[in-house]
């Protein structure tokens, strides 16, 4: 998403752009988003006061608000039905977590949220879930719709569009297609969600998760549209969708982990949480009508990761959207077109790709840590005792000498064998049977069940091999 905002940005400085996709426009994480467009940040502006300082902590609360703006200004200017709206939305404390609710409403009133007051939720009445604090002025679209309305306004201001492209090789004044095509370019920017071309600097500067989302029928007689999150650990999240003609739908989100790392909890057991902890707060909640995974990127602050790869460097980054995507793509729409022509910006040190803060050295060597216990899959033995009690549908890694396969079964029983170790930094892929994906636990590469590349920052399949 963001690589559209910023192409469509420059396009309207009346800059050449050309976009390069790997499927088709929104294939990847951006049809998977639940699509808050926030100034209330994920991370919390506790956490950013204390990592950053409250000063860069107000920079990046107007950031979003900046971006914010760039939605509706944009959606207004092209046109976009993609049900573009401004609305409320609610922190509220969850269950047990007065004293990071008040620590928190502390740190959004020092940061300088405007219009920020502490009120019982529309519809809880009765409950015992508030008071909460209203953050007025946030914003909602539904994200496919606006890709498309975003993909017509780029065409017709002369920009290309060329779908179903992989790029192989990142170049600082070229890159070079799977079928060898080279696009040149005085910039180019990598919005892939984590860098398909940084093997080392950007996957160690954030970390991988699965967040799970539900969709529910809201029963409530009279549904106040708006936005919800709580303070829990991990948290949760709210919207609605307007359905014409039919009852608004709620989008749950939540019980996130580290990609690959299920921690003893199956995806059914993930979305088991989800609908209890929604049945507790939205009593009128009707059926579920779909459920879905996304992955974010975490960012060592909770802020993205965005501009120039290097110093000097005509390669710009996109990455780190730390559960805030969208909003970020669009602060990303207000950033890199100033970097890329050469204007000043005063957010540039905020996002950029390469900061390091002091405060966040002890969340790198956690996250170190972490990743580097999940390089002891290479001496574990196989998930399985052969290939004969993989299930149709299922996938194992086995062990072969000083080898390790991943092998897939599909619903015909026919069985296919590629390599599991992850060609980003050799780690050792994961099932993940609720997706059928194979899943490398260090960075968050994804593969599908044959091994076809998914999700960098892996930038090649999964070798195919023998059994």
Known sequence: MAGLNVAYALAREGRQVVILERENLGSGETGRTTAHLVTALDRGYATLCD??????ARLAAESHGRAIDFYAATCAREAIACDFRRLDGYLFQGDGEPERFASERAAMAEVGLPGIALVAPPGWEGTDKGPCLRIPNQGQLQPLQYVAGLAAAITRLEGRIYEDTVVTEVHDDHV??????????????????????????????????????????????????????DVEDPFHYVRSVARAGRPNVLLIGGEDHKT????????????????????????????IVERWSGEVMESLDGLALIGRLAPKSNVFVVSGDSGNGFTHAGIAAVLLPDLIVGRASDLTELYDPTRLPLKALPELA????????????WLAPSDVSGVDSIPHGGGAVLRRGVSRVAVHRDERGELHACSAVCPHLGGIVDWNADERTWDCPCHGSRFDAFGRLLHGPANSDLPRSTL
């Not at 990592?51 to 860069?56: C, I, S, T, W």
């Not at 921690?263 to 979305?271: N, T």
């Open 176 to 229: 070079v297609t799977e079928g060898g095509a080279v696009v040149r370019a005085p910039a180019i920017v990598i919005a892939t969600n984590t860098p398909i071309n940084s093997r080392f600097g950007i996957p160690l500067r954030q970390a991988a998760y699965q967040t799970y989302v539900i969709a529910a029928v809201d029963d409530t007689p009279s549904p106040v549209p708006a936005l919800y999150w």
């Open 260 to 287: 690959g790392q299920d921690e003893g909890v199956s995806a059914d057991g993930r979305y088991a949480r989800l609908e209890a902890w929604a049945h507790r707060h939205f009593p009128d909640l009707g059926g």
């Open 366 to 377: 956690r996250e170190g840590v972490n990743t580097a216990a999940q390089y002891a899959a």
């Open 51 to 56: 990592v950053l300082g409250v000063e860069r």
